[in-house]
């Protein structure tokens, strides 16, 4: 994939809307004509409430729903235009995912896990990618517990192996919803901090849904849906609190 040129936005969101049971009495329509535009290198925190739409706008974001109408350039490629078999591609080649729950599979080591991406998009995992899961889970603090299998696991070093699998093909962009929502307190600053870490080191650009405002805090911008619209993009300043608005 060609990098991005300096002037391109990573996301570039145009008038997105999104509708479900199109022309059917139980038509309901969930975002409306939205605008944003994401940077290289950002780490965001979108918020909202229950049924603000977050959650389809970071399927949509991640291809894995079509939007109804608008445009959504992604690296400068206007993606809606893109079949489905294009789409998985460029989904496994450009994105990260990292859900409130992790989703391994406990007959598999954490290794094993990690390399997961790789086996299914290539149907083998070479050499070179199973270094680099082990790198990352070394990263990530489990060098030791490479072997283990998630019952063996704690819910926070679940996560973290999570966090390497979402990084294991080196993607441009990670989409985290509520990382840290199935955590204890303690366990949820040392995932959050291990996401900041990774973007500081790697320059990889995230967009994490929180309902969190502590957490929100330690983002660098803000962006709030309510009823399906942006009522909210502001930068945060250091040490600020974002103050979910009433809705």
Known sequence: MAAVAACEALIALSGITKRYNVGRPSEAQVLHGLDLRV??????????????????????????????????????????????????MRRRHTLGFVFQFHHLLPAFSALENVTLPALMGEGHVSTKQRERARSLLDAVGLASAMDKRPGELSGGMQQRVAIARALVLDPPLVLADEPTGNLDTASSAEVFALLRR?????????????????????????VELIDGRIARDQAIAEGEEPIPSAG
């Not at 603000?52 to 993606?79: D, F, H, P, W």
């Open 39 to 88: 940077e290289v290198g950002e780490f965001i925190a979108l918020m909202g409430p229950s049924g603000s739409g977050k959650s389809t706008l970071l399927n949509i974001l991640g291809l894995l729903e079509r939007a109804t109408a608008g445009e959504y350039r992604l690296q400068g490629e206007a993606v809606q235009d893109l079949d489905d078999a294009a789409l998985t």
């Open 198 to 222: 990774i973007h500081e080191e790697r320059d990889t650009s995230f967009i994490v849904v929180t309902h969190d405002p502590r957490l929100a805090a330690r983002c660098d911008r803000l």
